[in-house]
């Protein structure tokens, strides 16, 4: 009897002990499954966390490019609202400039006409050339390839050339009438005070007389005064005292 109830205890404790040992077993496996299944979980949440942060970087990215367009909206907005603006004003001045045209292209032909009247009246400085130069004028008003501006920017400029005229002391070489016939000459002009005319073997001398209208011969003796203004003229000797024959004009010989 002693005997059946030990093997029985036997069977007992080896059956408790396999049992024992396959719950171990299982306990494990689900301890592995639970900590496999954490790290997958894990694996999960960490991935889920860096799309989630990467969405909220781009989102961060779009809310500054939203905020970027909509300060260039605005600039373009005042852009164009300046260019409106500019566009109202260039209509205005394009209007102006219609009202100021039909003014100026008259002003321009009673300039040149004013030209040709004081060239003709006027001391024969250089006359061929200004009689050219007025000429050039009158073609160049009837021409569309050059702009009013220009035109009248080229008119100014020969008005300035005949200011010149009257405050410079010059000289050129140039042909003079005296008497019918015409002479090869070096001319010289002081202003409109004194033109003198010089024979090219420097022996004859001419001085143009504004009442007359005409050049009259000089007497020899005015010889070294005219070389010596010549000489200055031409920038050979320094600037000094001159006498030369004034060349009168009508109002001042009455």
């Known amino acids: 009897m002693k005997l059946v109830k030990s093997s029985f205890a036997l069977i007992v404790a080896t059956y408790s002990s396999t049992?024992?040992?396959?719950?171990?077993d299982q306990a494990q496996k689900i301890q592995s499954q639970t900590h496999s299944s954490s790290a997958s979980s894990q694996k999960r949440i960490d991935a889920s966390a860096e799309k989630?942060?990467?969405?909220?970087?781009?989102?961060?990215?779009l809310q500054e490019e939203v905020k970027n367009l909509s300060v260039y909206r605005d600039h373009l907005t005042a852009l164009v609202n300046s260019q409106n603006a500019e566009v109202d004003s260039l209509d205005r001045q394009i209007d102006q400039i219609k009202e100021t045209r039909q003014g100026i292209v008259p002003l321009m032909y009673q300039m040149i006409d004013g030209l040709i009247e004081h060239v003709e009246?006027?001391?024969?400085?250089?006359a061929e050339q200004r009689q050219q130069r007025v000429e050039k004028l009158?073609?160049?008003?009837?021409r569309a390839d050059v702009s009013d501006a220009e035109k009248y920017r080229r008119i100014l400029e020969a008005y300035q050339i005949e200011l010149d005229y009257g405050?410079?002391?010059?000289?050129?070489?140039?042909?003079?009438?005296?008497?019918?016939?015409?002479?090869?000459?070096?001319?010289l002009y002081l202003g409109r005070l004194s033109l003198v005319a010089r024979s090219l073997n420097g022996t004859h001398f001419w001085s143009w007389n504004q009442?007359?209208?005409?050049?009259?011969?000089?007497?020899?003796?005015?010889?070294?005064?005219?070389?010596?203004?010549?000489?200055?003229?031409?920038?050979?000797?320094?600037?000094?005292?001159?006498?030369?024959?004034?060349?009168?004009?009508?109002a001042e010989s009455n």
């Open 121 to 126: 009246q006027d001391m024969p400085i250089k």
């Open 19 to 24: 049992l024992m040992a396959t719950s171990l």
């Open 167 to 187: 405050t410079k002391l010059g000289h050129y070489q140039g042909q003079i009438v005296v008497n019918g016939e015409s002479l090869e000459t070096d001319v």
């Open 52 to 61: 989630t942060l990467a969405l909220q970087a781009e989102i961060e990215q």
């Open 211 to 250: 009442a007359s209208n005409a050049w009259q011969e000089l007497d020899a003796s005015m010889k070294t005064d005219i070389d010596k203004a010549f000489s200055i003229a031409t920038k050979q000797s320094a600037p000094s005292l001159i006498t030369l024959p004034v060349s009168l004009t009508q």
């Open 138 to 142: 009158e073609q160049m008003m009837t």
